[in-house]
């Protein structure tokens, strides 16, 4: 069995990678969202997954370059210890986190973020409900120009919006719940101070060419079960690497920690 010490997450640069067709289903929910205030009234879908869908296993893989991340490669093995979420653009998506019915998940973890935010719901009696919210709204050049934590308040707004929805249809308006968060202001607050040090951004996996001076990153989000209980904590880890001649260097941690209670 595969074991994610978390004591990494302050040095050493994970990726969450999928191997695989994972054969999801899950039920689409149309919505609309009306116009608030200066904010225009939009569509999106929710993508709402079944646990037992979400099941995954997980290994972890070193890379002899030491500009890459060690990857976390999501399968459909024989060992399913963990929950995996995947993203839709411009839409959410969310699952719950049924230890009840599936004792061994241990883990949960969903995509790499570059503008998503992520939110986690506590039903009173202790289920936890899991969500990924993405818009490419403002995310252009008007964005690269700010520090890297900065995000459009439309943007902001759509994001909390799908979220608020998205919960509705898990039936958590009717419940008190606690929720926590991990959003771009968050995870990417560390990387301000690179920003302002006249170092582009950019995301790995979002450029097919390295340019001079630019800071390469990513982020990823990792949940784990208190052992023993049903309680979870959830982490986000922010790591890049700067090319200031064409030459990569080695990967260093931006910045982690855990998610915000709200």
């Known amino acids: 069995m595969t074991v994610l010490n978390t004591d990494t997450l302050a040095d050493t640069p994970y990726q969450v990678t999928v191997s695989q067709n994972l054969g999801m289903d899950p039920t689409e929910i149309n919505h609309r969202v009306n116009r608030v205030r200066n904010y225009d009234a939009f569509d999106f879908k929710h993508y709402k997954y079944k646990c037992k869908e979400c099941l995954v296993g997980f290994r972890l893989q070193q890379t002899p370059q030491s500009y890459l991340p060690t990857k976390i490669i999501i399968d459909k093995s024989a060992l399913r210890n963990a929950v995996y979420l995947p993203y839709k653009d411009h839409n ?134 208190v052992r023993g209980g049903n309680d979870w904590t959830f982490y986000f880890q922010t790591w890049g690497r700067l090319d200031r001649k064409g030459v990569s260097t080695d990967l260093h941690v931006i910045d982690s920690g855990t998610f915000r209670n709200n």
Not at 148 to 153: C, T
Not at 186 to 208: I, V
Not at 210 to 222: P, S
Request: charged letters at 25%.
């Open 92 to 225: 959410s998506t969310s699952v719950r986190l049924s230890i009840d019915r599936y004792p061994a998940i241990r883990y949960f973890f969903t995509d790499n973020l570059s503008g998503c935010a992520v939110f986690i719901d506590k039903r009173d009696g202790g289920h936890f409900f899991a969500y990924h919210v993405n818009t490419h709204l403002h995310s252009g050049e008007e964005s690269k120009r700010m520090v890297p934590s900065w995000q459009h308040p439309e943007a902001t707004h759509r994001l909390n919006a799908m979220h608020t929805i998205s919960s509705r249809d898990q039936r958590l308006h009717l419940n008190r719940r606690t929720r926590y968060a991990c959003t771009k202001d968050n995870y990417l607050g560390g990387a301000d101070d690179l920003k302002k040090k006249g170092k582009k951004f950019g995301w790995l996996g979002h450029k097919t060419r390295i340019l001079k001076k630019d800071l390469i990153a990513g982020t990823c989000v990792i949940g784990v079960r």
